[in-house]
């Protein structure tokens, strides 16, 4: 694998309302934090570009709305961001993908020549699945490494129940079979970063 010196990653919505369980239900991969702030640290250390997304709802009972505590980052993710204003972007967004945040990602990764994306965060196959699949649309290199996201059991129509795992297995199926991403895990991109 061979990560590029401009290579960004994106950090989608990792939001302390989704440590809210009695709104989102069980929630899979326990090391997914720690995955996340491993390759956030790794991407600072190497000077490559960082993209902090944050989802603001527009809904008024979600833990993410505006002006709730749980719109903030996380404490580590907050920690971790202004370490080098140069390469790093904050953006909103209120719909899944982070291409369609404020300012516009593609125009700063166009801008800084970026032509590939590490794309981890929250929630697997609802935000961070749908900015991946954007960004194979928009030409990406995308990688999206699997255990640096989590996800939530989910009911479907029918009453089809799926949990926060199969959901995962799905994302990756998905991203890999139909030629969106190449799905990693993080210490594969965290050596590659070297």
Not at 59 to 72: E, H, I, V
């Amino acid at each position: 694998m061979e990560i590029e010196e401009n290579a960004a990653l994106v950090v989608v919505d990792v939001q302390r309302g989704f440590e809210e369980e009695d709104y989102w239900g069980p929630r899979n991969n326990p090391g997914a934090d720690r995955n996340i702030a491993e390759l956030i640290d790794a991407w600072q250390s190497s000077g490559r570009p960082v993209v902090f997304v944050r989802h603001d709802s527009p809904k008024p009972d979600s833990p993410l709305r505006t002006g709730y505590a749980g719109n903030a980052f996380k404490e580590y993710v907050e920690e971790r961001r202004g370490k080098d204003a140069g390469s790093e972007l904050f953006l909103t967004k209120s719909v899944n993908s982070a291409f369609y945040g404020t300012p516009g990602l593609d125009a700063w990764l166009r801008e800084a020549g970026v032509r590939q994306i590490v794309v981890a965060g929250i929630q697997t196959n609802m935000c961070a699945e749908t900015t991946a699949r954007m960004g194979g649309n928009l030409g990406y290199e995308v990688f999206f490494p699997l255990d640096a996201t989590y996800t939530f059991d989910e009911v479907g129509p029918w009453g089809w129940k799926l949990s926060a795992d199969e959901l995962s297995r799905a994302t990756a199926v998905t991203l890999h079979g139909g030629g969106f991403a190449s799905v990693v895990r993080t210490a594969e991109l965290v050596a590659a970063a070297v």
